[in-house]
Structures are given as structure tokens and as C-alpha cells.
């Protein structure tokens, strides 16, 4: 088997996937990419046995094959070889050729037959939405995911579908996030549970704009192809925790505060707070909020106070000033909302202005205030 890459081409597809391939994996092939060829087309695939990631990609070649070649030494090779085309010749015992310009490297591979066999699309349901849609929504639900192995439902992303559109639910215990898509439906009612780490991998693989790309599930697997792309993830099977009785019905004050300053404040004030809690106290009187925080066993001490509009009765709750700072970032608005009711029920953190089609609400549990 023999055929003919461009080395920056290869390099950049091997990167998209390479993210799939753990370091200390149980079986040694798990380690490697598996290469095949067919007709002139190479298709790449890397997986960890929970989930399976394909590229493909046209190359010169007169025969069909296929065989495992080892990821890291490849990827490292390739990183620094320039932007020239590379010659690959494998031998009957799967010994890998590569030859560049002014040089020949031999590796190792293995036999293809002992990769893992991929998940098959049986009985799928699919719908099609935009790449910049599906991003949108990981990278506004995905820092909210808990990783606590031993709530596994809470461990990825809930997709609830409708025919009036879909809802990406993310929740530790601490934070909740709900992101609602009314622009998409996926026809039928349905839902499902995706993993974090496979969804990580689609930031990194998927473009940041308006192509088409197609979604397809079953009972037990999700799989998303976007072009030449595929990847293929196991469910986690889990009940999701019942999330809409947790969401406050009526959270009667309502503050609106500049994003950025607010963000930057607490920032600054979270320094100087518990570094187990990270508690900052919010107080609020008027239009004036008043944010403090304090380590009481090294003595340090925060405060900062900044205007704001607030509608509602003096209050003073307290949060904890990291999970703030994560979920303010995934507002993309100038101005935020914060509605509450007591210092002991959950907190509301919504965007001032939400985009046609498209709807973020994020929950916060208050933290016993440091009397």
C-alpha cells in the first residue's frame, strides 16, 4: 500500500481528531490512528472505545489498504516536517515508510484488524441544524457540566427535543444552565444525555459558521457529520435530574448591571475571598451594589462597590464569585439581569437582550451567609 499526502493537510485533520486518543489507554491500538484507503480517499480514525472520530481527505494512490500507525510519533513528526508532499509505503508487516523532500522516517504500525470496530447508525433519528447553532450551545452549556462520576447523569449535556426546538440543560448542583433553541426542532419529542468529552472535541472540530450539519442519535449512540468530519459518541445512560422544578417561578427583584464591570469587580473582590467557598456577599440598596469578601484565616479582606439598577427591597445574598464569573462570560450581552427573591433561594442571571430564536437562563444556588 502506498500513497501520497500534503504533510500541513494531514497534520491539520490528524489535530482535529488526535483529541480523542488518551494517553494510558487499556489497549495499545488505542494509541494509534487507523489509515484506510479506498479509491482515493483516506479516511483517519481515532477512538477511546466511547467515542470515535473519522476525517477524510483525498490523497494520491493506486491501491486500497489500510493500517495503524502510532498517533503521537506521527503527530510529532509531521509538526515538524514543512508544508511539502510525504510518500507512504507499507510493507506486507504493517512497517510504515514516510518520505519527505530530504528524508526518510520508518515506523511501526500495527495490524488494522485488531482496531476496534466503530458503532453502527441503526435505527437513527436525525435532524440538521448550523455549526455555529451546535457551538453556540456547547460553549453556553459545558463549563456548567458536573464531574462527579458518581452522579454520571449530571457528567454530560442533556438535548431535550421538540417540534418547537431544542434545549441543551447543564447542571452541577451548584449552577444550572438551560440554553432553548426555537429556530431548530428535531420533529419529534425526544431526549438524551452527551457526554463532555466528546462535545469538547466538536469545539475544536467545527467551524464557526452558518454550514449545515447533520445530527443523527439512537438509543444507545450520537453521531454528528459536518462534511468530511464524523464523530460518533456512546450516550451516557442516565435519567437527567427533573431540572424545571429547581427554576424559581417568580424571583420578585430584579438588578440589571454592566457585564464587564461586574465581572471585573468580582474578579478583583474574589481574591480576597475563602479559597474553598470563593464567597462573595452581594449587598444591594438602591442603585448601589456593594460586593465583600474575606478569608478569615489569613485576615484578608475585599470590598468594591459600583452603581446598577435594581427594583426591589434591600438584600444581601451571597454567591460564589467563580461559578459568577463563568456564567456571566457565557452571557454575550452588554448589560446583565440578575432576579431574585431571598438570600436563601436560587439566583437568575439572564442576558439583558436575547437574540431572535434563541433563549439563555442561568441558575445559581446561594451560598449561608458569613455573618
Known amino acids: 500500500m502506498k500513497f501520497i499526502v500534503n504533510s500541513s493537510a494531514l497534520l491539520k485533520h490528524l489535530q482535529q481528531i488526535s483529541g480523542v486518543i488518551n494517553t494510558n489507554t487499556v489497549l495499545p491500538i488505542l494509541e494509534d490512528f487507523l489509515f484506510e484507503i479506498q479509491d482515493e480517499k483516506l479516511t483517519v480514525i481515532a477512538t477511546d472505545l466511547e467515542t470515535v472520530m473519522h476525517i477524510r481527505m483525498e490523497v494520491k494512490s493506486k491501491t486500497n489498504g489500510k493500517v495503524c500507525i502510532p498517533a503521537r510519533i506521527l503527530l510529532d513528526s509531521l509538526k515538524n516536517i514543512g508544508d511539502q508532499p510525504l510518500t507512504f509505503n507499507i510493507d506486507k508487516n504493517f512497517a510504515v515508510e514516510i518520505t519527505s523532500d530530504n528524508g526518510k522516517y520508518k515506523v511501526m504500525g500495527e495490524n488494522p484488524d485488531n482496531f476496534p470496530k466503530e458503532p453502527t447508525a441503526d435505527d437513527t433519528t436525525s435532524f440538521e441544524m448550523t455549526s455555529n447553532a451546535l457551538l453556540t450551545a456547547i460553549n453556553k452549556t459545558l463549563f456548567a457540566v458536573s464531574s462527579d462520576d458518581l452522579r454520571p447523569a449530571m457528567t454530560g449535556v442533556f438535548f431535550e427535543l421538540s417540534p418547537k426546538g431544542i434545549q441543551f440543560v447543564a447542571t452541577d448542583a451548584h449552577r444550572l444552565v438551560r440554553y432553548k433553541r426555537t429556530d431548530f426542532s428535531a420533529g419529534k419529542t425526544d431526549s438524551f444525555i452527551v457526554p463532555k468529552k466528546p462535545l469538547n472535541l466538536l469545539k475544536g472540530a467545527l467551524p464557526a459558521t452558518d454550514d449545515p450539519i447533520n445530527i443523527s442519535y439512537n438509543s444507545n449512540h450520537f453521531f454528528v457529520t459536518h462534511g468530511d468530519t464524523q464523530m460518533i459518541c456512546r450516550l451516557i ?45 452581594l449587598s444591594i440598596s438602591g442603585s448601589e451594589l456593594q460586593m465583600a469578601a474575606q478569608d478569615v484565616d489569613f485576615s484578608f479582606e475585599g470590598n468594591e462597590r459600583m452603581s446598577c439598577q435594581y427594583d426591589g427591597e434591600d438584600i444581601q445574598i451571597a454567591f460564589n464569585a467563580k461559578f459568577m464569573i463563568e456564567m456571566l462570560s457565557a452571557a454575550e450581552t452588554d448589560d446583565v439581569r440578575l432576579e431574585l427573591s431571598t438570600p436563601s433561594k436560587a439566583g437568575l442571571i439572564k442576558p439583558s437582550e436575547q437574540a431572535e430564536g434563541e433563549d439563555l437562563l442561568m441558575l445559581v444556588m446561594p451560598l449561608m451567609l458569613n455573618n
Request: aromatic fraction near 12%; avoid cysteine; hydrophobic fraction near 40%.
Open 237 to 281: 445512560d442516565a435519567r437527567f435530574p427533573d431540572y424545571k422544578v429547581v427554576i424559581p417561578a417568580n424571583n420578585p427583584y430584579s438588578l440589571i448591571v454592566n457585564k464587564n464591570s461586574f465581572q471585573n469587580a468580582l474578579r478583583r473582590v474574589n481574591v480576597f475571598s475563602n479559597k474553598s467557598t470563593n464567597q462573595v456577599a
